[in-house]
């Protein structure tokens, strides 16, 4: 009794793999829509549209290629990064296994490519 523990048990796990904070993506959404005082959007709905598409068709292709990828819950979505001169360019990813902090990238990104997080 009055005694706790705390358990992680891990269910799947990769190495070696490229990784970008959750905040990444919840910036970009935040980033893509005008903000209630009215602020315009770092990135317009077009980039938006065409890097979404992207990604779900990169989501497609994995999926036909390696079918046990479903099971893993892979995600359709982009990122903003910081490009030349203070503007933004809206990057397609597909996203794998989270830890809840971290996304695995599994296409869209390499070694290197800063994105923004807020």
């Known amino acids: 009794p ?7 048990i891990t269910v799947v796990q990769h190495h070696n793999v490229l990784t970008i904070p959750v905040s990444a993506v919840n910036f970009a959404r935040v980033a893509s829509s005008s903000s209630a005082s009215g602020t315009p959007p770092l990135v317009s709905q077009s980039q938006v549209a065409a890097a979404q598409s992207q990604a779900n068709q990169w989501l497609s292709d994995l999926q036909q290629k390696n079918s046990s990828l479903a099971s ?5 979505a982009y990122v903003i990064e910081s490009a ?28 290197g490519e800063m994105v923004a997080v807020g």
């Open 2 to 8: 009055a005694m706790t523990a705390n358990v992680t």
């Open 72 to 76: 893993e819950n892979p995600l359709a």
């Open 84 to 111: 030349h001169h203070g503007t933004f360019t809206v990057k397609p990813v597909v996203l794998g296994l989270t830890d809840g902090a971290s996304y695995e990238v599994l296409q869209g990104l390499a070694i």
